[in-house]
């Protein structure tokens, strides 16, 4: 009887362990399936980088620095003062209409 009990229980600890054993090796399967969707998906990111790479390359010789923009306008803005007669507000004329 005592054999009976023994052989039961280490058939029962051997199927738990089997019962672990696929768990595992489920959940490692989920975990490789999702490495290799991230993978795919990182070589996506790494060509677009290229892709925009390239892109912003070609564009560099008609960019415009913002800094160089803002004095271009200062110049063109104290150009026209020069030219036009100051506006009403200016002079104080608005305030006496």
Do not use: C
Not at 54 to 76: C, H, N
């Amino acid at each position: 009887m005592s054999q009976s009990m023994g052989s039961e229980s280490l058939e029962d600890y051997v199927r738990r362990i089997g019962k672990l054993i696929t768990q595992i090796h489920e959940r490692l399967g989920k975990v490789e399936a999702r490495l290799d969707a991230l993978s795919e998906e990182v070589e996506i990111l790494k060509a677009s980088v290229a892709a925009s790479k390239t892109e912003v390359s070609s564009l560099g010789g008609s960019m415009v620095l913002k800094a160089d923009f803002d004095d271009f306008v200062k110049r063109l803005t104290d150009s026209f003062k020069e030219i036009l007669p100051p506006a009403p507000e200016q002079t104080g004329e608005a305030s006496q209409q």
